[in-house]
């Protein structure tokens, strides 16, 4: 059994735990998540199951979506509402005009610190654990990019905002950072994630949802291919003969994005071309069969002017 579940987690579970609720539900133990959501926060948390494991790591390259809830004039040690109170202050009569200026700051690639109690890890032991202890924690900035920020509601203390983001924003870490701009404190209230890469909460399940199809023996109908992780890289379409080579790991000669045009296609040493490449140009791709099935991610190599499969998900996977 491989593919995604959208599952669509409920407030007070921890990832972990709903890993667990699934590896029993569908009798499988190669199941993870992509993606923590914290048990604060509800919404879309991709659970990838047998080969999909295998793409966890990408499904989240196209970004995030989130509603969320902030209260203003406090903190917290953990930036939420469960955390302990560190102070309390007077909130300004502050107008919407006001609070969208200091929100377009936030908009774009920018350096932000973890919360301390997070799951990064620090010499091999999450962040939260040292926290927890009493260890004082000071996590380096990371780079991340907020490519929307709506303010939907505010009613003194209360904001409420729809974020896009990229992977890697911490919306606890959002929340904080606009106390401080702001000067009186924040911290999340609560969370709601609408979209994580190519899932949306529209389409999500419950976990009552996959019981009752485990129970009917409809699990199928909720898995998706593990294709979906990939589909924000550029595909080449590759021949029986070049496939094997890839099956194999072994690299493979075809224009890269160096030579100005993206290869659609790929028959032993001819191509054609049919896209002219974006100014990000991509150095990944997916490797695909005759059927559009993605079968690896190679990686464009300049020094040798080749594709280097760098993961394979046959031959054992299954038709």
């Not at 023996?217 to 003969?241: C, F, K, N, S, T």
């Not at 224009?255 to 290869?263: N, S």
Request: charge should be positive; charged fraction near 25%; aromatic fraction near 6%.
């Amino acid at each position: 059994m491989d593919g995604i579940l959208n599952i669509n987690k409920p407030v007070g579970l921890t990832s972990h735990d709903v890993v667990a609720r699934v590896r029993r539900l569908l009798h499988q133990r190669r199941v993870g998540h992509a993606g923590t959501l914290d048990p604060l926060a509800r919404g879309v948390l991709p659970i990838c199951v047998g080969l999909a494991t295998r793409v966890a790591d990408y499904l989240s390259e196209s970004g995030k979506a989130y509603q969320a809830e902030i209260v203003l004039g406090g903190e917290t040690d953990t930036y939420d509402r469960e955390g302990r109170i560190l102070s309390m202050q007077p909130v300004p009569d502050f107008t919407r005009e006001q609070l969208e200026g200091v929100l377009r700051a936030f908009l774009g690639p920018q350096l932000q610190v973890p919360p301390p109690y997070s799951a990064i890890k620090l010499q091999g032991e999450p962040a939260y654990r040292r926290a927890r202890a009493g260890e004082s924690l000071k996590l380096e900035a990371r780079p991340v990019v907020i490519e929307r920020l709506v303010l939907l509601a505010w009613e003194k203390p209360r904001l409420q905002l729809e974020i896009e983001c990229s992977k890697g924003t911490y919306i606890r870490s959002l929340a904080h950072d606009l106390g401080q701009r702001l000067g009186c404190g924040a911290y999340l209230s609560a969370l709601l994630r609408t979209r994580s890469g190519p899932l949306i909460l529209q389409e999500s399940i419950t976990l009552e949802q996959l019981a009752e199809a485990a129970e009917s023996g409809q699990l199928e109908r909720y898995l998706l291919p593990l294709d979906i992780a990939l589909q924000h890289y550029p595909a080449l379409v590759v021949d029986a003969r070049t496939l094997q080579r890839v099956l194999h790991g072994n690299s493979f000669r075809a224009p890269g994005p160096e030579a100005g045009l993206w290869p659609s296609r790929v028959t032993g040493p001819g191509w054609r071309a049919t896209a002219s490449l974006q100014e990000e140009e991509p150095r990944l791709a997916r490797i695909c069969d005759e059927q559009g099935r993605t079968w690896a991610l190679a990686a464009w190599k300049p020094e040798q002017q080749l594709w280097q499969p760098m993961r394979v998900f046959g031959p054992e996977r299954r038709s």
